[in-house]
């Protein structure tokens, strides 16, 4: 079945260290987005790149890189710079040609800093 | 800068109706839509609304919008349990839009 799959659903890590978290993607669709959830706040767009080889920050980027080597595939990387990662994290995708910009959400990763 | 404000909390009977509200800033938004996500998971697109529409009707849900206000309302007739979950209220100017801007979510909670 198409789809986007996160990877891990949930990760613990210390503080100091930096972690990836995955996103694949098997629809097809040119545009990645990666937002983070917070109780009370909604989502709000860390990283998106509308095609390979290209991404654009979004509002809350600082302390996270991306990478999009595959149209498939659209890494996060939480670095240590980030002060308070503990989080739900979001990936999405959509089609370019999209009629009315729905947009793909994966289950999601529960990030815990210890 | 763009804004999308919703309520946080909305508790109603296992029956009812149930009407979850929204307001937006952005004078441009021509698309409206309404994002379902239950415990643990992602969102799932619920409905969506062109701004050049004042309703749209799809089963149980019914979503209203007044353009001029700013406003934007989903409601769920005879509400059940499974609609138990947090519902997204967000907007984009055009359908390949890059910012998809979110409001904070309702969550909507069934009482037996």
């Known amino acids: 079945d198409g789809g986007i799959t996160q990877s891990p659903k949930y990760l613990f890590r210390k503080e100091g260290q930096n972690v990836t978290l995955s996103c694949e993607q098997n629809?097809?669709?040119?545009?990645m987005y990666w937002y983070r959830q917070d109780p009370g706040q909604g989502l709000r767009l860390i990283y998106y790149?509308?095609?390979?080889?290209?991404?654009q920050k979004g509002d809350i980027a600082e302390g996270y890189s991306v990478s999009r080597e595959k149209k498939e595939s659209f890494p996060l990387t939480v670095t240590s710079a980030q002060k308070n990662p503990t989080a739900f994290y979001l990936c999405?995708?959509?089609?370019?040609?999209?009629?009315?910009?729905?947009?793909?959400f994966g289950e999601g990763s529960r990030l815990t800093v210890l | 800068g763009e804004d999308v404000e919703q309520s946080l909390f909305l508790s109603v009977r296992e029956g009812d109706s149930s009407v979850i509200n929204c307001t937006y800033t952005?004078?441009?938004?021509?698309?409206l839509y309404w994002y379902k996500q239950e415990p643990g998971a992602g969102l799932q697109l619920l409905t969506y609304?062109?701004?050049?529409?004042d309703m749209k009707q799809d089963q149980r849900l019914t979503v209203l919008l007044n353009k001029k206000d700013k406003h934007l309302s989903l409601r769920i007739a005879d509400t059940q349990t499974g609609d138990s979950a947090i519902y997204f209220c967000?907007?984009?100017?055009?359908?390949?839009?890059?910012?998809?801007?979110f409001g904070s979510g309702t969550r909507l909670s069934i009482r037996p």
């Open positions: 999405a995708s959509r089609s370019a040609g999209t009629s009315i910009g729905e947009l793909f």
């Open positions: 629809l097809n669709h040119d545009a």
């Open positions: 790149s509308q095609i390979v080889n290209d991404f």
């Open positions: 952005d004078s441009s938004s021509t698309y």
């Open positions: 609304i062109f701004s050049n529409m």
């Open positions: 967000a907007e984009s100017q055009y359908s390949s839009a890059s910012k998809i801007i």
